[in-house]
């Protein structure tokens, strides 16, 4: 498994975590949304990185 597959599971994980434990996909803004696109961010940083890194 490589390390692009492995960050693809963390980060469903973790919005599933956050979906369900901090509840960020409420009706009131708050914020706790921020957290949802910060986690994405590190996603894409993580996966531009290890793409770049394999080749």
Known sequence: MNKTNIAIIVYVLGLIFGALVLDIWSA???PK???GVL???LFAISLYYFEFKNK
């Open 39 to 41: 986690w994405t961010a």
């Open 28 to 30: 009131e803004t708050s």
């Open 33 to 35: 949304a921020l957290l």
